[in-house]
Each structure stands twice: as C-alpha cells, then as structure tokens.
C-alpha cells in the first residue's frame, strides 16, 4: 500500500513536475496493486492519476502551441527548435542547450498520432493589407501571443507599412497535414543545468536556458495558388465600367479568414474577371508549369463550376506533397521546464489568452492608425476627390453638388480623426507595457498585473467611433452614387421634354425633307431617320429629288407630338 499512498498524496503542482513517461509509469503500477478495500477504492485513486495525467497532458502539449510563421525573420529560418529552450516571454531570446544532443536528435521524433490528411480552402482577400493579415495569420488564423514588440519592433513595422490598396485576390490553399511528431521519450537534461534546479538556482536556470522547450512539432506541405485580379473580361456584367462606386473605398477593418463561402459568387468573380496566376509550393519540390496550365484552360473555359474545377487540380496536384520527408513545420508544441523541478514561473493558458487579446489590439492599433494617416495625409482628400471622379461620370448633373459635400464632410469630420489618431498614437507605447507585464513569467494570470479584460473592448470602442466618422462620409458618396444611378435611368426624352418623329421613305429614290419651307435633310432611298421634337404640330413636305420622267411627287405631311416622349411615324415616296 506504499506506492498508493505516495500517488494519492502527490498534488497536482508535484505531479506536473512529474515527466509523462513517469505518469504513465504510475498507473502501470497501480493497476497491479491490490487494494484493501473495495474495488471501489481501487478506481476512485485510478481515476484521481488518471484526470491529473491527462489534464496536464492536454495543458502541457496540445494547448501549448504556437504557429512556426511567427518566427520568421525576413526569410530566414525559424530560430528555436526541437529541444531547443526559450524564454516564453521574448520567444526570440535565445537559449543555451540544456539537454544532451543525443536525446534531441530531430530523428528521435515520431508521429504521435494520425496520418495525413489533405484539405482545401479558398479565401477572397480585396486589399494588400487583408492578403497581408491571411498569409501572417497562421494556421490558427488568428494573431498569437508572441511578442510583437520584439525584434525590434520590425512585427510592428511590418504592420504599420502594409498597403490598403484595392488588390483583389482568390487564394487557393491546399494543406497536407502529417499531425505532430514529438519525443517518445523526455530529453535527457545536462548535468550543468540539472545542479542549478537541484540547488534552487532558478534565475540563473532561466537566464541560461530559458523556461520553456520544444517538445513537438506539426508537419504540413501546402500549395498555395493566388489569382491576382488583373481587369474585368470583355462583355462583364460586373466590371467598374457599370457598378457606380466600385473602388471607392474607405479604410476598413480586419479580421477573420477572409474563407469564400458562396462558390457561386465566387464562380461569377471568376468568370467576369482576368486572373493573373502565382503558385508557391510549401514541402517537396514540384513541377507548377502543368498546374498553371491547367488553371489557364480553367479560366479561359465558358464552364460554369471553374471554381470547383480549380480546386480540383490542386487537391490533385497536392497528392504530390505525401511525402512528409521534407516537409516544412507549421507549428511548434512547448512544455514547461517546471517538469525537471524548474519553479517560481507563473505561466498557463489565461496568460497566453490574455496576451493574444494584447496583441490583437496592437494589430488594431497599428493597422488603424496607418489608415489614418493615409486618410489624413495634406492629399489625403484630393486622393479621394480623384477617386471619385473615376467613377461618376462628368454627364451626371449634380456631380459637383455631390463633390462639394464630400469636400465638406471630409472637413468636417477631419479634426474629430485626428483626435482618435492622437490617441492611438500613445497605445503602442501602453500596450507594451501591458504586454510586458503580464508576460513577465513572475506576473500570476490571476493577478492584477495580466487583467487585460478592458483592452479588447476598449479598443473597439475606439474602432467604432472612427467607423462612425468614416460612415458619414460613406452616406455622402453613397448618396451620390444612388442619384447618378437614379438619374441614369431616367430616358434622355423625359429629361429633356421631347418626342420623337421616325420619317420612312418607301421609295427607292432620295427625297428632300422640309419644314414648312425650310429645307432639312435628304433622304436616302429606303432609309428611316429620326428627329427630337418638342411638343407641339408640326407640317412637313417631302419632294422627290431624282428619278422621276416628267415631274416630281411631293407629300405633305402634318404631325402632333402631345406628350413627352412619344413617338410618330410619316411614310413618304409615294402618291398620296
């Protein structure tokens, strides 16, 4: 009954320090163990190591994660690795080795579970900035807990230099996933870093090899095939030429995947717009030359479902990327070194919770204040005139009427902007501080330093208000949009009060058209024209110009337009 007691007696902060292997151990022990008691007494403490082991492998692995693209630097490989440890809160500070090399060997990794499984998504991104946000988003799709603020700040300037220009794009991604491969057995600590744990050094432990490690990691191959809208075919329907107000376009918010969910709005995108095509190949190299082929024909095909057509040359094409030999990781597993006795850190999933919230309000906060200083810049506004005078026509009568408002309600909104912008200005600078304190691994998620649950609805606030500032000039320019398209339907004759007269001519010979005495046109033979008229009566004679042998005929002809708009006929060139 020793070893039962030893395991009902181990609390949950004892037995997190307790590698897996030992967890697993343990129950392997008890099942051999007779009890006592009762049966029941058996189950009741299997159930108590069981609960505990599987909890603090779900804490330990599956929810520790973070997306590998974070850790790219301009290209370059990630900077942590498989049994390489890091500070958790600065992931790009790096670390001393702290295990034997032999028990990291990236070949000593296996597939904890699972095969390959393959999947397609097509995203519809407008703009650079969302096809920016959908390429850093990750495999989460959402902005992680990493620091943004370090590496010198380049996350944030890649955030704050992004372009909002109107690119529209259909990304293709067709993903292999392998699933994740860790260590079937715990890294085997040096006995450097093993005396410091043993003799409570836990500063210097950290200093040196940081407080966490990687203990697995995610395999994947993609494909990526973006069709970058290049004009609208020839005959659309929907290309700018008739949409009033397509690309007059206001700063606008991001967020989610940007995932096409109607394929038959996405088939009409397709077919009524000129792609230009790029594909990016993630995992074994692969001839892309019969693929793009194959998306040209696609294309250039009258085929009704090309959206589907596509993504089945993809999902085709991405049989090629099975092999996961040479596959690229999408994801990095972390566990805590408190499971060789590390102590005094405070981290678990709340933090890295509340820390992601830190970081979407960055993201907000950059990509917001970028826009607003596009917006406000000295042409801000004369940038938005032009843009709109591409796309209401000079022939639209209240076109300056309309151009006058937009001038006003841009100025009128434009000190209330640069108020927010002010604003936004300092977040940066808080937000970091923020961030850096509820990342300090002495900060408790329960405690006042990592309550960050103002940050997010603060920062919508803020978000909304502008929307609000910016939808006053969006009224203006919706408003003018509606009464070109309002006047645009209305018929040249009602506009200017007019009906029309066809005059036939039914002979093959010319005849010379009159008003009253008033010459006007000859006619051709067989020919019909046309005439605006104002309301009212009118006479006319048609003379015979050529072809007759003693005499020309002659017919009188007298009309009454009555209403606006409509329409007379005469039939001249013959006898009356």
């Not at 700040?153 to 491969?181: C, P, W």
Request: with cysteine; hydrophobic share 30%; glycine share 6%.
């Amino acid at each position: 009954m020793k070893t039962m007691l030893l395991v009902f007696e181990v609390n949950p902060e004892q037995l997190f320090i307790i590698n897996r292997h030992l967890c697993f151990d343990i129950l392997k022990s008890i099942v051999f163990l007779t009890c006592n008691q009762t049966s029941l007494c058996f189950m009741r403490y299997f159930n108590i190591v069981l609960f505990t082991c599987v909890s603090f492998l779900i804490n330990a692995q599956s929810t520790s994660v973070f997306d590998a693209c974070y850790f790219d630097r301009d290209g370059a490989k990630p900077p942590i690795k498989a049994g390489k440890g890091f500070h958790i809160n600065d992931v790009y500070k790096q670390t001393r080795s702290c295990f034997t090399p032999e028990s990291v060997k990236p070949d000593l990794m296996t597939n904890s579970g699972g095969g390959s499984s393959t999947t397609i998504k097509v995203h519809y991104t407008s703009s650079e900035e969302e096809y920016y946000y959908l390429r850093t988003s990750g495999s989460s799709g959402k902005i992680g807990f990493l620091n943004l603020f370090s590496v010198g700040g380049s996350k944030l300037e890649q955030y704050a230099t992004m372009e909002h220009q109107s690119t529209e794009r259909l990304v293709f991604i067709a993903r292999t996933d392998f699933g994740v491969y860790s260590y079937d057995t715990d890294p085997i600590i040096l006995p450097e870093p093993k005396a410091l744990l043993e003799g409570g050094k836990y500063g210097d432990f950290i200093d040196m090899y940081g407080t966490h490690y990687i203990s697995g990691v995610r395999k994947q191959n993609s494909i990526w095939v973006v069709l970058t809208r290049t004009g609208a075919s020839s005959g659309s329907s929907t290309g700018t030429q008739n949409t009033v107000g397509v690309g007059v376009e206001l700063p606008s918010r991001l967020g989610g995947t940007y995932e096409v969910t109607d394929e038959t709005k996405a088939n009409q995108l397709i077919s009524n717009s000129n792609y230009s095509i790029s594909i990016e190949v993630y995992g074994p190299a692969m001839e892309k030359g019969s693929l793009e082929r194959g998306i040209n024909g696609i294309l250039s095909s009258k085929r009704a479902d090309q959206l589907k057509g596509i993504k089945d040359l993809i999902v085709s094409a991405a049989k090629g990327l099975s092999d996961p030999t040479n596959s690229y990781i999408a994801q990095y597993y972390y566990s805590p070194f408190t499971l060789y006795g590390l102590k005094s850190i405070y981290w678990d999933q709340k933090k890295e919770q509340e820390l992601s919230q830190v970081n979407e309000a960055v993201f907000t906060v950059c990509t917001t204040k970028s826009e607003l200083d596009e917006f406000l810049a000295p042409d801000g506004l004369n940038k938005l005139i032009d843009t709109v005078n591409m796309y209401i026509p000079d022939n639209f009568s209240q076109k300056q009427f309309y151009l006058g408002e937009i001038r006003k309600t841009y100025n009128k909104i434009q000190p209330t902007l640069k108020i927010y912008k002010k604003q936004l200005d300092t977040s940066i600078s808080y937000l970091e501080k923020v961030y850096l304190r509820c990342s300090d691994i002495r900060c408790n998620s329960v405690s006042n330093c990592c309550n960050n649950s103002n940050i997010e609805s603060k920062y919508k606030n803020i978000d909304t208000k502008i929307d609000a500032e910016y939808q006053k000039l969006l009224d203006v320019i919706e408003a003018a949009a509606k009464a070109y398209v309002s006047e645009a339907s209305v018929p040249e004759c009602q506009k200017e009060k007019i009906g029309y007269l066809y005059v036939v001519n039914k002979s093959t010979n010319p005849y010379e058209l009159y008003q009253g005495d008033e010459f006007i046109q000859t006619l051709s033979g067989g020919s019909t024209t046309t005439f605006k008229l104002k309301a009212g009566t009118y006479k006319f004679k048609a003379t015979q110009r050529s072809g007759y042998a003693f005499y020309p005929t002659v017919n009188y002809r007298t009309i009454t337009i009555s209403n606006i708009c409509e329409e007379v006929t005469i039939k001249v060139g013959f006898e009356d």
